[in-house]
């Protein structure tokens, strides 16, 4: 493990509801060392979503220092942010959200489109973690084609393309059954191995304990950090 990939201090988030305030995150501290597998817990509410878009770099704090991979967020403007998004964090979701009309190679390929990479370059990339996850054969087949489990590869797949340094998985079995769920997991468990940081999210025990880490939100604050 080298030094710290994520470094936060002092994280606040507050939001405008009308004439009210609501405090999402209340002056959170924690350092995430580069290849860690982090589990993300709390029930809804907890600050763990505002958390997560917090290092997704789909969201700025109200106060205080965000550094991921070197690079203060706190003070991005919102292209600076969506550019650091596009280059370091790869997302996956409850929600497979691949394009239904477009065979898997080229939804695996999608974040690529608009960085100015060849044709070719972008095949290959997107082959290479299409392999990685287990889909060597079905490249060239669209979503309705695929089993649910199939499709979470893809979109995992389209999440590596990039190589982040950062993987973000948000309830990433949530629509899938239990031992489909427990594949998907080997694949993150894999990824971790060979070096990936990852960050879960998820309210369901059984699935945290897949990671290394978990650390639990309640009420915009970190009120348990376990190894």
Known sequence: MTASLIHCRDLTRVYKMGENEVHALRGVSVDIRRGEYVAIMG?????????????????????????????????????????FRG????????????????????????????????????????????????????????????????????????????DPAILLADEPTGALDSQTSEEILQIFGQLNRDGMTIILVTHEQEVAEHAKRQIVFRDGEIVEDRT
């Open 43 to 83: 029930p809804s509410g907890s600050g763990k979503s505002t958390f997560m878009n917090m290092i997704g770099a789909l969201d700025r704090p109200t106060s205080g220092t965000l550094e991921i991979d070197g690079e203060r967020l706190e003070a991005m403007k919102p292209d600076e942010l969506a550019a």
């Open 87 to 162: 280059k370091r964090v790869g997302f996956v979701f409850q929600q497979f959200n691949l394009l239904p009309r477009t065979p898997a190679l080229e939804n695996a390929a999608l974040p690529l489109v608009y960085s100015g990479i060849s044709a070719a370059e972008r095949k290959r990339r997107a082959e290479t973690r299409l392999r990685q996850v287990g889909l060597g054969e079905r490249m060239d087949h669209h979503p309705s084609q695929l089993s649910g489990g199939q499709q979470q590869r893809v979109a995992i797949a389209r999440a590596l393309v990039n």
